[in-house]
């Protein structure tokens, strides 16, 4: 059965490599990728009922945190409910997302800065070469440009500064890594089409 779904996985990846390249292929590689997104928008929807089985279970057993599975089960209901009830474009719905979820996120972000930071001064510590200093000294720097400063934007960092820090070096560093990814995908999308790996079945 292993040898079917490489076979699939491997048209499906010749064909939407060749649409880009190939125009009469075009139409193929679209109804390919709309397949693509209808798969993952399902298994978004597994994943959903799998936390809410697995937390629906922590707070049966009791076990520690069960308050805070709880609370994440309300939140996901009374979410959803008032997605459906308003809509994605409704103003209420836009206040729910700017109030709660973007400073989740940047919250989320703000500890990734603070650990990037962390981690950097461990690695000092446990190995002080240059590349550790550079790493150090690249994440202090990025935290000030990317943080609130009480000064006016009038002075030199926040006039010039911080902006040419933001979309010179975050960004290139940014497209740097996407492109990384791009790289590393390609790579790993060709090993799977030329049998190198084989992740649908043994080895």
Do not use: K
């Amino acid at each position: 059965m292993h040898i079917v779904a490489v076979v699939f996985a491997v048209l499906a990846g010749v064909i939407i490599l060749a649409g880009y390249y190939v125009p009469a292929l075009a139409g193929v590689q679209n109804l390919l990728l709309s397949w693509a997104i209808i798969l993952a928008g399902a298994a978004a929807i597994v994943g959903v009922f799998n936390l809410v089985l697995v937390h629906a279970d922590r707070i049966n057993a009791r076990a520690q945190g069960g308050v805070y599975s709880a609370i994440l089960l309300i939140c996901l209901l009374g979410t959803f409910i008032f997605g459906l009830a308003m809509g994605p474009s409704h103003p209420d719905m836009r206040l729910l997302i700017n109030a709660v979820v973007v400073p989740v996120e940047a919250s989320l972000m703000a500890l990734l800065a603070v650990s990037l930071v962390y981690a950097s001064v461990r690695l000092l510590r446990r190995r002080a070469n240059l590349m550790s200093a550079v790493f150090l000294l690249t994440a202090v720097v990025m935290l000030i440009a990317s943080a609130t400063l009480p000064f006016g934007e009038a002075t030199v960092l926040n006039g010039f500064l911080r902006p040419w820090l933001q979309h010179v070096l975050a960004m290139g560093g940014a497209r740097g890594i996407l492109i990384g990814m791009g790289l590393g995908s390609l790579v790993t999308g060709l090993r799977v089409l030329l049998a190198a790996d084989r992740p649908y079945g043994e080895r």
